[in-house]
């Protein structure tokens, strides 16, 4: 089944394709859209109708057949130290080179179990009918002292999940991290909808 999924992170897309699994064909697109709201699930929404949007629009005109369904996520970390944030501003509150060494510079001084912190994913699917559903998946954990692992994207390399075995998500294989992250956690849920609500083709 073919699927639109809104971004332009090529990590991502692999990532989702993954966790969707060989039944899905993702195709991504990047949506040139401002992420102007407050949550994630805010966020996600814009995402997915920016796209859904623009792949209808195309369909008319004939420039392609007519979209499935468009997914979108908007995620982050929120750190209880820093009262939530980086949260819905994870990307973008510092250029991407600097997230980590931005967030070990805000931690400097804080003891190893007061660096709670939790990733959050918010996952959105648009028909082209109109319907929309977005569910949201979490994973808590800690910050790590330093950086360590070489998979993974974003703050993986400092996420130590608390379901885990003491390993931050940047050192884990794509299976384990799947069965352990927020976004494999949201877009679970989200296949649970889509098996009740089926894509039209």
Known sequence: MPVVLATGNPHKVSEV??????????????????????????????KARAAAAGAVSRARTGAEPPCV??????????????????????????????WIPSLLRALDGV??????????????AVWPDGREHVVRGTVDGTVA?????????????????AEGDGRTFAEMTVTEKQALSHRGRAFRALLSVLAEEPPRR
């Open 17 to 46: 394709a993954g966790i969707l699994g060989p039944g899905w064909e993702v195709v991504a697109e990047d949506v040139e859209v401002e992420e102007t709201g407050e949550t994630f699930e805010e966020n996600a929404l814009i």
């Open 69 to 98: 369904l468009v997914l979108a996520d908007d995620s982050g970390i929120e750190v209880d130290a820093l009262g939530g944030e980086p949260g819905v501003r994870s990307a973008r509150w510092v250029p991407e080179g600097e």
């Open 111 to 124: 003891p190893a179990d007061a660096r709670t912190a939790r990733y959050v994913c918010a996952a959105a």
């Open 145 to 161: 002292l330093e950086p360590v692992g070489t998979g993974g994207f974003g703050y993986d390399p400092v996420m130590v999940p």
